[in-house]
């Protein structure tokens, strides 16, 4: 009752949406805090010119499983405590993180042979490449 008539044009409709694709967050930091504190600022930036191209998001999703799975063992004592007493349950989960990581590389190299713009295809393959590298040192 006391709210302006027009209130749609209060809020804030053209302010980017703030959507959490990294799994586990429940902490006050950014999809773009996280990647930056675990892959750096360059494989950020990588990522975003990617999510312009994205096709199905598949890859991506599993990028980020990846590294919401890190991201909640680094912000978890427990966790951490649970893995370090369990030499075969953090091999596991290394495993399982890596395994993942090569599912990303398969679908780069498949798109890639299915391409037909070979420059931008090379490019995005790249781009991706430097992801899971970035990615692959960050689970290791």
Do not use: C
């Not at 006391?2 to 302010?15: E, V």
């Not at 999703?61 to 007493?85: A, F, H, K, S, T």
């Amino acid at each position: 009752m006391n709210a302006p008539a027009h209130i749609h044009t209060l809020l804030a409709d053209n302010a980017p949406a703030r959507l959490r694709e990294i799994p586990y967050n429940y902490t006050s930091f950014s999809d773009r805090e996280i990647v930056i504190r675990l892959l750096g600022e360059s494989s950020w930036r990588l990522l975003d010119e990617l999510r312009g191209a994205r096709q199905t998001g598949r890859s991506a999703r599993m990028l980020y499983e990846v590294l919401g799975d890190i991201w909640v063992v680094r912000r978890n004592p427990y966790l951490q405590d649970d893995l370090l007493d369990n030499p075969k349950r953090r091999q596991k989960l290394i495993d399982a993180l890596h395994h993942r990581l090569g599912e990303v590389d398969k679908r780069r190299l498949s798109v890639d042979a299915a391409e037909g713009d070979a420059e931008a295809s090379a490019s995005r393959s790249a781009a991706v490449e430097q992801l899971l590298a970035a990615a692959r040192k960050a689970v290791d």
